[in-house]
């Protein structure tokens, strides 16, 4: 083993699972994330050697090619005992992420096309918590729209707001914040969700809420690392305001996700949402 | 919407309504080194509300493109952020005497003019004597007033709060006033730093540290505040302070009580203050009628080497009376009336131009009743000690006895080690990052409330007053770069312990 961070007190344990063509940018991120975090890291791909290579490098324990059958074993064996242990879900069979769930305190999925993870993620909530990175790339645009509506403002007050239009590169993102709109505002059933997709870029690059004449809008600047958000009245401008978009390194999304330890029940009825959505 | 539907399992917390603060003392060192620094990283993290702006005052003339200079030179950002840009626009600078009533009205109007409604926060980021000038002034223009509870109105007040029972009594008696005391906050920014605050979960949020925090387990806690640098250029403050004054009436008592506090029954401002206070009020009188102040130390740093520098000594120092026993070191043995604390003393130490830079609570366990393992060591078992590092190296510690490897039985202490930076990583939010955020949001648990400021007093101005009738006007010294005269040494030995060597 090399490195020094085996003297830190260790706060949980991360499982990469995923397929082999995502394991080198996986391995890269749980090395950047123990480099600042004191956590054990378990990136496991799988395939059917019966007896995989077990490498350790730093706080990355790396398995290729476990056989299925053989995850819950490994990660049973290798974890923190008595810490929180979190699955990074890069994709695979359905069966395995449910046997893996059955292991961890939190599965957050990663999936390239989350179609068939989603699907499963009601059963999932049953057994352990649940979160996607989609999600949390979603966290400033969110936390951005709700502020608006902390103590009402007067801008906005009385606004029933009709459509929502979603711009960006990843149309599951955009379905995720619809459906987190729909689910959540009052009478967000009557909201017309629409989704653009932009051929790449960023996961999401513009929102906006529209109803009575008055439209909040969010957009990414053309840095990539602001976000302005302003509100308009008949057109008119009535204030802006910029600040930074999400720092969406893979790394700084798991540790966000790391913080937290409690149900997702918002993102459990998004999801359940943007199915309804997505169908 | 009386609740946020959005703010549902949002995992960010949530941001203040709209407000505005308003910094009397704006062109001051504390505006431009923690104040703006820390509302451009709360703005850079989201938390301040979408209406938001900051109103600076001060004498220095200026207007608002002066003052963005000012904020631009505090946080070095790029000219070409964004984001920088964007929370500039937030800020204004309204130039004028503090007594001039005029400057108010113009306040009240810049205020009053959004119909929306807004929250005020004042921030008195000046001198003690300007104080009362400021309240009776928002007072007497009508700032202070509440209409609603979107339109709240506090007021900030930095420390020191007053300079004795008296002075403190009477500040408070001005605010409450004009302001009830749910609206008056008195910062004490030790109380934002995240180990003070951890102390609290520490100790709470665990159910194996609270059976033995107690007389029956606890031989005697060590409280040290260490600092290398000496007066500075607070010399025309300071001479009149002193340490006892400057550190220990406020930050120190802070940090005793929350060890020695009981259970609060909730996490709330006022069930932990209420607890905090019980503590204070258990403290017994630092001065008494037989044994004079031989419970204090005191004691000023002579010339010396710090940090492989020579130092002048205090006497030397710009703006220091040639004649000063103003004290740069305080030692304080202190004892508390309570069913839990009664004969476990409190060890409390602070100064300038000590070896290190430091701030710790050590709070040192009984040894075990049978020593066994006697005969397999020449030495003593060392007694357990938890030890909770407050700055720079923000954690804790655990020493326990363990087995030296072999085939002997052998004894040795080990330490188990927590450290906030290299466990969870990211950055630590600066102490007014937090207390500005939470005096925002209306949250005054880490704050210092007006009985707590006034029974500290209570028990320091005596100290104060005896060392002001001596007959002899001298001050014990230490070698700059020493951990403090012979006395501070002789205060805790005679009690059969000494101070930890940190």
Same mark, same amino acid.
């Given at each position: 083993?090399?490195?020094?961070?085996?003297?830190?007190?260790?706060?949980?344990?991360?499982?990469?699972?995923?397929?082999?063509?995502?394991?080198?940018?996986?391995?890269?991120?749980?090395?950047?994330?123990?480099?600042?975090?004191?956590?054990?890291?378990?990136?496991?791909?799988?395939?059917?050697?019966?007896?995989?290579?077990?490498?350790?490098?730093?706080?990355?324990?790396?398995?290729?090619?476990?056989?299925?059958?053989?995850?819950?074993?490994?990660?049973?064996?290798?974890?923190?005992?008595?810490?929180?242990?979190?699955?990074?879900?890069?994709?695979?069979?359905?069966?395995?992420?449910?046997?893996?769930?059955?292991?961890?305190?939190?599965?957050?999925?990663?999936?390239?096309?989350?179609?068939?993870?989603?699907?499963?993620?009601?059963?999932?909530?049953?057994?352990?918590?649940?979160?996607?990175?989609?999600?949390?790339?979603?966290?400033?645009?969110?936390?951005?729209?709700?502020? $608006? $509506?902390?103590?009402?403002?007067?801008?906005?007050?009385?606004?029933?707001?009709?459509?929502?239009?979603?711009?960006?590169?990843?149309?599951?993102?955009?379905?995720?914040?619809?459906?987190?709109?729909?689910?959540?505002?009052?009478?967000?059933?009557?909201?017309?969700?629409?989704?653009?997709?932009?051929?790449?870029?960023?996961?999401?690059?513009?929102?906006?809420?529209?109803?009575?004449?008055?439209?909040? $809008?969010?957009?990414?600047?053309?840095?990539?690392?602001?976000?302005?958000?302003?509100?308009?009245?008949?057109?008119?401008?009535?204030?802006?305001?910029?600040?930074?978009?999400?720092?969406?390194?893979?790394?700084?999304?798991?540790?966000?996700?790391?913080?937290?330890?409690?149900?997702?029940?918002?993102?459990?009825?998004?999801?359940?949402?943007?199915?309804?959505?997505?169908? | 919407?009386?609740?946020?539907?959005?703010?549902?399992?949002?995992?960010?917390?949530?941001?203040?309504?709209?407000?505005?603060?308003?910094?009397?003392?704006?062109?001051?060192?504390?505006?431009?080194?923690?104040?703006?620094?820390?509302?451009?990283?709360?703005?850079?993290?989201?938390?301040?509300?979408?209406?938001?702006?900051?109103?600076?005052?001060?004498?220095?003339?200026?207007?608002?493109?002066?003052?963005?200079?000012?904020?631009?030179?505090?946080?070095?950002?790029?000219?070409?952020?964004?984001?920088?840009?964007?929370?500039?626009?937030?800020?204004?600078?309204?130039?004028?005497?503090?007594?001039?009533?005029?400057?108010?009205?113009?306040?009240?109007?810049?205020?009053?003019?959004?119909?929306?409604?807004?929250?005020?926060?004042?921030?008195?980021?000046?001198?003690?004597?300007?104080?009362?000038?400021?309240?009776?002034?928002?007072?007497?223009?009508?700032?202070?007033?509440?209409?609603?509870?979107?339109?709240?109105?506090?007021?900030?007040?930095?420390?020191?709060?007053?300079?004795?029972?008296?002075?403190?009594?009477?500040?408070?008696?001005?605010?409450?006033?004009?302001?009830?005391?749910?609206?008056?906050?008195?910062?004490?920014?030790?109380?934002?730093?995240?180990?003070?605050?951890?102390?609290?979960?520490?100790?709470?949020?665990?159910?194996?540290?609270?059976?033995?925090?107690?007389?029956?387990?606890?031989?005697?806690?060590?409280?040290?505040?260490?600092?290398?640098?000496?007066?500075?250029?607070?010399?025309?403050?300071?001479?009149?302070?002193?340490?006892?004054?400057?550190?220990?009436?406020?930050?120190?008592?802070?940090?005793?009580?929350?060890?020695?506090?009981?259970?609060?029954?909730?996490?709330?401002?006022?069930?932990?203050?209420?607890?905090?206070?019980?503590?204070? %009020?258990?403290?017994?009188?630092?001065?008494?009628?037989?044994?004079?102040?031989?419970?204090?130390?005191?004691?000023?740093?002579?010339?010396?080497?710090?940090?492989?520098?020579?130092?002048?000594?205090?006497?030397?120092?710009?703006?220091?009376?040639?004649?000063?026993?103003?004290?740069?070191?305080?030692?304080?043995?202190?004892?508390?009336?309570?069913?839990?604390?009664?004969?476990?003393?409190?060890?409390?130490?602070?100064?300038?131009? %000590?070896?290190?830079?430091?701030?710790?609570?050590?709070?040192?366990?009984?040894?075990?009743?049978?020593?066994?393992?006697?005969?397999?060591?020449?030495?003593?078992?060392?007694?357990?000690?938890?030890?909770?590092?407050?700055?720079?190296?923000?954690?804790?510690? %655990?020493?326990?006895?363990?087995?030296?490897?072999?085939?002997?039985?052998?004894?040795?202490?080990?330490?188990?080690?927590?450290?906030?930076?290299?466990?969870?990583?990211?950055?630590?939010?600066?102490?007014?990052?937090? %207390?500005?955020?939470?005096?925002?949001?209306?949250?005054?648990?880490?704050?210092?409330?007006?009985?707590?400021?006034?029974?500290?007093?209570?028990?320091?101005?005596?100290?104060?007053?005896?060392?002001?009738?001596?007959?002899?006007?001298?001050?014990?010294?230490?070698?700059?770069?020493?951990?403090?005269?012979?006395?501070?040494?002789?205060?805790?030995?005679?009690?059969?312990?000494?101070?930890?060597?940190?």
């Amino acid at each position: 083993m090399t490195g020094a961070p085996a003297r830190r007190t260790l706060t949980a344990t991360i499982v990469a699972v995923g397929p082999p063509e995502r394991t080198r940018e996986a391995h890269e991120v749980l090395q950047a994330l123990a480099a600042k975090t004191a956590v054990r890291n378990i990136l496991i791909t799988l395939g059917d050697n019966p007896a995989p290579e077990i490498r350790t490098e730093g706080d990355v324990v790396t398995i290729e090619g476990l056989v299925p059958r053989y995850l819950n074993n490994a990660v049973a064996r290798l974890r923190v005992s008595s810490m929180p242990s979190l699955a990074w879900w890069r994709g695979g069979e359905r069966e395995e992420l449910e046997s893996l769930a059955d292991l961890v305190d939190r599965v957050v999925l990663d999936s390239v096309d989350p179609t068939r993870d989603w699907a499963v993620a009601d059963t999932i909530a049953q057994s352990t918590t649940i979160s996607d990175l989609r999600w949390t790339r979603l966290t400033r645009w969110r936390s951005l729209v709700a502020q $608006f $509506f902390d103590i009402t403002d007067a801008r906005i007050d009385g606004t029933v707001f009709s459509t929502l239009d979603v711009r960006g590169g990843d149309p599951w993102s955009g379905r995720l914040f619809g459906a987190w709109m729909t689910s959540r505002l009052p009478h967000g059933e009557s909201l017309q969700v629409n989704v653009e997709e932009v051929s790449g870029g960023a996961p999401i690059e513009s929102i906006s809420l529209a109803g009575d004449g008055t439209r909040l $809008f969010l957009r990414l600047l053309p840095n990539r690392h602001c976000i302005e958000s302003s509100v308009e009245k008949s057109g008119e401008v009535l204030a802006s305001r910029i600040g930074p978009a999400v720092d969406d390194r893979l790394e700084v999304l798991l540790g966000e996700e790391l913080r937290v330890r409690s149900r997702d029940v918002a993102f459990e009825d998004a999801l359940r949402q943007a199915k309804v959505i997505h169908d | 919407m009386d609740v946020n539907p959005l703010r549902d399992g949002l995992r960010i917390e949530p941001s203040p309504g709209p407000t505005t603060i308003v910094i009397f003392g704006a062109s001051g060192d504390l505006t431009r080194r923690k104040l703006l620094p820390a509302l451009y990283r709360l703005s850079v993290e989201q938390r301040l509300p979408p209406r938001f702006s900051v109103i600076g005052i001060a004498r220095t003339p200026m207007d608002d493109e002066g003052f963005r200079g000012q904020f631009r030179e505090a946080v070095s950002v790029d000219r070409q952020s964004e984001v920088a840009t964007s929370f500039e626009r937030c800020l204004h600078y309204m130039p004028g005497e503090l007594d001039d009533p005029a400057v108010y009205a113009r306040l009240c109007d810049q205020i009053q003019g959004d119909a929306h409604g807004n929250g005020v926060l004042f921030y008195l980021a000046i001198p003690p004597a300007a104080y009362s000038t400021v309240i009776e002034r928002l007072g007497a223009a009508g700032l202070t007033h509440q209409k609603t509870p979107r339109d709240w109105r506090r007021i900030i007040v930095e420390k020191p709060f007053g300079s004795d029972l008296g002075s403190a009594t009477a500040l408070n008696a001005l605010l409450h006033q004009y302001f009830d005391e749910s609206q008056v906050y008195r910062i004490d920014h030790y109380l934002g730093k995240e180990t003070v605050q951890n102390l609290l979960v520490f100790r709470f949020g665990n159910g194996m540290f609270e059976p033995i925090w107690n007389r029956r387990y606890i031989d005697h806690v060590q409280i040290t505040a260490a600092e290398t640098v000496g007066v500075e250029t607070r010399a025309s403050y300071y001479e009149n302070a002193g340490a006892l004054r400057d550190m220990v009436q406020n930050h120190l008592m802070q940090l005793l009580t929350l060890v020695a506090m009981e259970p609060p029954i909730a996490f709330t401002a006022d069930s932990v203050r209420d607890r905090k206070m019980d503590a204070l %009020l258990s403290v017994q009188p630092l001065v008494n009628r037989k044994l004079g102040t031989s419970s204090v130390v005191r004691a000023q740093y002579a010339a010396g080497w710090v940090d492989g520098h020579e130092v002048p000594g205090y006497r030397s120092e710009p703006g220091v009376a040639q004649s000063s026993v103003t004290e740069t070191f305080v030692g304080l043995r202190v004892q508390l009336d309570s069913w839990r604390w009664a004969g476990v003393p409190f060890y409390l130490r602070t100064g300038k131009r %000590l070896p290190k830079r430091t701030t710790e609570i050590a709070i040192q366990f009984k040894r075990p009743p049978l020593e066994i393992f006697k005969r397999a060591t020449s030495a003593s078992v060392a007694p357990n000690l938890l030890i909770i590092n407050v700055q720079p190296d923000e954690g804790i510690s %655990l020493r326990f006895e363990a087995k030296l490897p072999g085939t002997r039985m052998q004894l040795s202490p080990v330490m188990m080690n927590f450290r906030y930076g290299s466990t969870f990583g990211g950055d630590v939010p600066e102490a007014y990052e937090t %207390l500005l955020l939470d005096a925002m949001i209306g949250d005054s648990t880490l704050f210092a409330r007006h009985d707590f400021a006034e029974t500290s007093w209570g028990l320091i101005s005596p100290v104060h007053d005896a060392w002001g009738e001596a007959v002899a006007r001298s001050i014990p010294q230490y070698e700059a770069g020493e951990w403090g005269p012979a006395e501070a040494g002789r205060l805790i030995e005679g009690d059969g312990r000494r101070w930890r060597t940190l």
